[in-house]
């Protein structure tokens, strides 16, 4: 709608924007997130907006921050251009100062940011080993769904599987393949020593949740 034209308008533009950014109530209503007794005033370089599961982002950074950031475009309200002392558009920080941002053919790769943020996660994606079982129907779609074509048959690593089970690598948050890998319980089993052991310990919590 408006948020999605306005934003479009300032990437063309090369300049910064300020909005609110608003969450639910209980009423099921929506209100800008506050700063003391006033809404906070949030303050973006906007360079890409993406969708990820039916849902609008808008990617860019923070002014005076070295990573990028990430927000919903349907939380986003009061979306306006900011402006200098003297009235103009104030221009926005270089993409160049990105480094993911960039890559080797010289186009950005929305879909390869997406896979390797997973649930719009900001942790550091890593290159990370999922075993699948080979009579899962469908098991290539669930993982094209979620990663795109960024993924890839571990040969080395399914000849030292039990018969079977194959192994794809993804690049992806860690701290996200976690939730990701509970969600698909059923389907997959990650063979990363540092999510395991993160995935063990949720599900320690959950069984202390519900196991009474």
């Known amino acids: 709608g408006q948020n999605l034209s306005t934003i479009q308008q300032a990437i063309s533009d090369g300049v910064q924007i300020r909005f609110a950014f608003c969450e639910y109530t209980a009423d099921k209503t929506l209100i800008a997130r506050k700063y003391g007794d006033k809404d ?39 979306i306006q251009v900011r402006m200098d002392q003297r009235g103009k558009p104030l221009k926005r920080e270089p993409m160049s100062k990105f480094q ?54 571990n040969k080395a690593a399914t000849s030292k599987c039990e018969e079977g089970y194959e192994v794809v690598d993804v690049v992806t948050s860690p701290d996200m393949l ?31 949740k519900y196991g009474k």
């Open 40 to 78: 906070r005033e949030y303050r973006i370089s906007p360079y890409y907006i993406v969708v990820y599961h039916d849902r609008y982002y808008l990617i860019g950074n923070v002014p005076g921050k070295k990573n990028l950031s990430f927000y919903r475009v349907d939380l986003m309200a009061d």
């Open 178 to 208: 976690v939730h990701w890998a509970m969600q698909y319980s059923d389907f997959c089993e990650i063979l990363d020593k540092g999510v395991r052991k993160k995935i063990r310990e949720e599900l320690e919590k959950m069984g202390e």
């Open 100 to 153: 993911e941002l960039q890559s080797t053919s010289g186009q950005w790769d929305p879909v390869r940011y997406m896979s390797e943020h997973l649930y719009m996660a900001y942790d550091e994606p890593r290159r990370i080993s999922i075993k699948i079982p080979t009579d899962k129907v469908g098991r290539y779609t669930i993982i094209h769904d979620w990663f795109g074509d960024h993924f890839e048959l």
